[in-house]
T-cell receptor, first 114, second 115 residues
Framework: EPEVTQTPSHQVTQMGQEVILRCVPISNHLYFYWYRQILGQKVEFLVSFYNNEISEKSEIFDDQFSVERPDGSNFTLKIRSTKLEDSAMYFC????????????FGPGTRLTVT | AQSVTQLGSHVSVSEGALVLLRCNYSSSVPPYLFWYVQYPNQGLQLLLKYTTGATLVKGINGFEAEFKKSETSFHLTKPSAHMSDAAEYFCAVTQMNTGGFKTIFGAGTRLFVKA
């Protein structure tokens, strides 16, 4: 069964450094998402991406964040200058079409900012 | 604006007992409703969803949920709990806005199953 994959599974970085989290969505899917989950808290929407542009973003997704689909396969989330409060689990999701509204989630990348 | 409220951050049941996890939502347009399960150190797995049609939906692992528009609820139930059901459960609502789709999650309910 096709699945969403994410790399790395765990990333440790120092405050102020740039990080790129990578996701490979399911191959024929058209809609892509990033969510984050701070330890012990709920899953929060960050951004949705369709047709090579951001379709919606939350208040969390400020200028420090960016997304890209560089090669038609990967979907990346970049944090330019990480802060301690960026430490969280980041989930990528993809959706095939709007007939099901069903998002498939990756296993997540745990980002630890020290 | 959309919101999702899950009543009870922790629910504890005995094995074999009924599981009831509550979810209420607010949405300005007809919502698409989902329940996800998260096992420790894993991602989110879809349990079931409501988009249109029959308001009682069945999902995996014996779970079901009923969409009640008048009560703006989408409670999750399972007749008989199993030890393997112990996990975190998230209710979510997806809404189509002019900018695209946005999914909002509830705070989650951790289910404990006692032997």
């Amino acid at each position: 069964e096709p699945e969403v994959t994410q790399t790395p599974s765990h990333q440790v970085t120092q405050m102020g450094q740039e990080v790129i989290l990578r996701c490979v969505p399911i191959s024929n899917h058209l809609y892509f998402y990033w969510y984050r989950q701070i330890l012990g808290q709920k899953v929060e929407f960050l951004v949705s991406f369709y047709n090579n542009e951001i379709s919606e973003k939350s208040e969390i997704f400020d200028d420090q964040f960016s997304v890209e689909r560089p090669d038609g396969s990967n979907f990346t989330l970049k944090i330019r200058s990480t802060k301690l409060e960026d430490s969280a689990m980041y989930f990528c999701a993809s959706m095939g079409d709007t007939s099901t509204y069903e998002q498939y989630f990756g296993p997540g990348t745990r980002l630890t900012v020290t | 604006a959309q919101s999702v409220t899950q009543l009870g951050s922790h629910v504890s049941v005995s094995e074999g007992a009924l599981v009831l996890l509550r979810c209420n939502y607010s949405s300005s347009v007809p919502p698409y409703l989902f329940w996800y399960v998260q096992y420790p150190n894993q991602g989110l797995q879809l349990l079931l969803k409501y988009t249109t049609g029959a308001t009682l939906v069945k999902g995996i692992n014996g779970f079901e949920a009923e969409f009640k528009k008048s009560e703006t609820s989408f409670h999750l139930t399972k007749p008989s709990a199993h030890m393997s059901d112990a996990a975190e459960y998230f209710c979510a609502v997806t809404q189509m806005n002019t900018g695209g789709f946005k999914t909002i999650f509830g705070a989650g309910t951790r289910l404990f199953v006692k032997a």
